[in-house]
């Protein structure tokens, strides 16, 4: 076959035919027959018959397993609900970890919400190609990623949260297969917060407070993947928060593969453009590649924003390494509070994650309010003498 799958990034590292075969999740694939393969689920359903179909009272910093598959297989659908919802109880203080062929250290480990899609501890819709939380208001998380395993998968959720959780509904659903292709990589996800720090001169984005330096090796980016070993990266959902009102977009993207040294040969041109947008948006926007789900609502690009980009068409392909990092702001100039969950495959052993943060570590920064920029103003006008007349705007 001559054509490349349009689901390449469903964990093809080689594309045989029969890698395809297991994998192939377009339109197109929908006719071909399998052999020697059976649909299988586990879910949260009632054993006794009932209608209690859920986990019920994970108590606050249990661990419970969702499922233990043994055999060859790959995951194709995920949905998962989990009560109370938002903001009584926070997804980014539940934790999911997705552990393959026996291991004990997990290929996916990020809170739930970032994972589906959900930032913060916020509720809203998204929707994507591979990921989506759905009505209502982003109650229902859900994946279509292809995640193969050759013996075993297990699935773990941890209540990090300070209750316990009433109700976790899901679905886990795959495919069984009697051996698995061994061209098909393992499916990773990994989260990353960081408080970023700005320039010692102060937030010199824009020029604003004089000129501005240059970033010409890339070490101060925020880092959304460091990864070793064979593989390819396939997406990212990206989480800003912005303390101030000035675009924060203006950071290029930059992956450094198999070692490359500045400029890598992947160098973007600003956040904006690597997320395929234009021109500092504010507008909602869902395409299943990259979209705006939640945008900032506030005092210029004041708030919180999440952007999302998935490389389904154009995979980012590594024999060695992997480094995909994005200044935060021009140089790195500004403070921002960023999370995000890199998607990816590669072959096994995996570079080990960096330690989860603790839930209190990684809590989301509270919203600046206008009461707030109104003190910044008064500061602003006692600095320059406390004339009763200065309007904002004067140098």
């Known amino acids: 076959m001559r054509f490349r799958t349009i689901l390449v990034f469903l964990a093809v590292l080689a594309a045989t035919p029969d890698a395809r075969a297991q994998v192939d999740g377009t339109l197109q694939?929908?006719?071909?027959?399998?052999?020697?393969?059976?649909?299988?689920?586990?879910?949260?359903?009632?054993?006794?018959?009932?209608?209690?179909?859920?986990?019920?009272?994970?108590?606050?910093?249990?661990?419970?397993?969702?499922?233990?598959?043994?055999?060859?297989?790959?995951?194709?659908?995920i949905w998962i609900t989990i009560g109370p919802y938002p903001p009584e109880l926070s997804r980014n203080d539940i934790v999911l970890r997705i552990y393959w062929d026996g291991s004990d250290v997990p290929c996916v480990e990020s809170p739930i919400g970032p994972f589906f899609g959900q930032g913060w501890d916020e509720s809203y819709d998204f929707s994507s190609l591979p990921l989506a939380a759905g009505p209502v208001k982003g109650r229902a998380l859900v994946s279509y990623f292809a995640m193969p395993f050759a013996s075993g998968a297990r699935f773990e959720i941890e209540n990090q949260s300070d209750r316990k959780i009433d109700f976790l509904y899901f679905y886990i659903d795959y495919t069984e297969v009697e051996t698995l292709d061994p061209a098909l990589g393992r499916f990773h996800a990994g989260y990353n917060p960081e408080l970023t720090e700005a320039l010692p001169g102060g937030e010199n984005e824009w020029s604003l407070l004089g000129p501005q330096a240059k970033n010409v090796t890339g070490d101060g980016n925020y880092v959304i993947a460091d990864l070793e070993g064979r593989g390819h990266f396939v997406g990212v959902n990206y989480y800003v928060h912005s303390p101030g009102p000035v675009w924060y977009g203006e950071g290029d993207d930059m992956f450094f593969i198999d070692g490359e040294t500045w400029p890598p040969e992947l160098h973007g041109t600003g956040t904006e453009d690597y997320f395929n947008t234009a021109w500092v948006p504010k507008d909602l926007f869902s395409h299943p590649y990259f979209g705006y789900p939640r945008i900032n609502e506030d005092f210029g690009w004041q708030g919180r924003t999440h952007v999302f980009r998935f490389h389904v068409q154009d995979p980012v392909y590594f024999d060695r390494s992997l480094r995909f990092s994005i200044e935060h702001g021009h140089d790195n100039a500004l403070t921002l509070d960023l999370a995000s969950v890199a998607y990816w495959y590669q072959a096994e052993p995996h570079k080990a994650f960096p330690a989860l943060p603790s839930r209190e570590d990684r809590a989301p920064k509270p919203l600046i309010q206008h009461f707030e920029v109104h003190r910044w103003r008064d500061a602003w006008r006692r600095e320059r003498g406390g004339d009763p007349k200065l309007w904002g705007n004067e140098n």
């Open 29 to 77: 694939g929908l006719a071909r027959l399998q052999e020697g393969v059976r649909s299988r689920r586990v879910s949260s359903f009632d054993r006794t018959g009932g209608n209690r179909d859920r986990f019920e009272n994970i108590t606050k910093g249990e661990r419970r397993t969702m499922a233990d598959i043994p055999g060859a297989g790959i995951v194709n659908h």
